[in-house]
């Protein structure tokens, strides 16, 4: 399974999630399925990492499609173009995840220190997933070519801020669904693939602003 196979299943199963969650909340196997998304995406910043020539522009090109989605992600999820209770969408995540890796991997003098104050800044900002995200995207480049370790790590994880978060998000109980995205990753075989490099740079937004212009409608 290559990176692109990778981009298609996180999309769709995010698709799925957030049809879930607009349309058919009472429908939870929906957001279930949903759970698979961010992993796959969160592992795939961290080889994106390992494999890019030009690490600057990929954390410009992820903050401004970061800005780019963030009114269509009001607009699907809350109906208004601004909200400022709805915290950030995913791609300012990805985006602090990718820069604690970078940070970490030019400035080791300072060790995990980074690391851990650009995962507070997510929290504090509420990111999508928040520091969770940010440490996942960090823990699969630190044990990049590992399998096993990074699975681990994801599971640790997500159990570690499962019981910090538990009563602070209603659904935050779903995210122990996650680990089944570990069973795609697994089958990675480290090539790229069909290049579709923009695939989920156009359809997180473009998906978004149909989801919320479909709800304005009905």
Request: aromatic letters at 22%; one cysteine or more.
């Amino acid at each position: 399974m290559n990176s692109t196979n990778l981009k298609i299943i996180a999309c769709l199963t995010m698709l799925i999630d957030h049809l879930g969650a607009v349309f058919f909340p009472q429908y939870i196997y929906l957001r279930i399925i949903g759970r698979i998304a961010f992993p796959i995406f969160a592992f795939l910043i961290a080889e994106g990492y390992l494999h890019t020539h030009n690490v600057k522009k990929y954390l410009i090109r992820l903050f401004a499609f970061a800005l780019i989605s963030e009114i269509p992600f009001n607009l699907a999820f809350d109906g208004n173009i601004i909200d400022f209770g709805s915290g950030l969408n995913v791609f300012f995540t990805l985006f602090f995840g990718l820069l604690a890796v970078f940070v970490y991997d030019h400035y080791k003098n300072f060790g995990f220190l980074p690391v851990l104050l650009i995962g507070i800044i997510a929290h504090l900002l509420d990111t999508d997933y928040g520091m969770l995200g940010v440490m996942v995207i960090f823990a699969f480049y630190a044990f990049k070519g590992d399998f096993y370790k990074q699975a681990l790590s994801y599971i640790l994880l997500t159990l570690v801020f499962l019981g910090i978060l538990y009563f602070e998000y209603e659904s935050i109980n779903l995210q122990v669904f996650s680990p089944i995205a570990l069973i795609f990753i697994y089958f990675y075989n480290g090539k790229k693939g069909p290049n579709i490099k923009y695939l989920f740079y156009v359809f997180y937004p473009g998906h978004l602003l149909i989801l919320g212009l479909l709800r304005y409608v009905l």
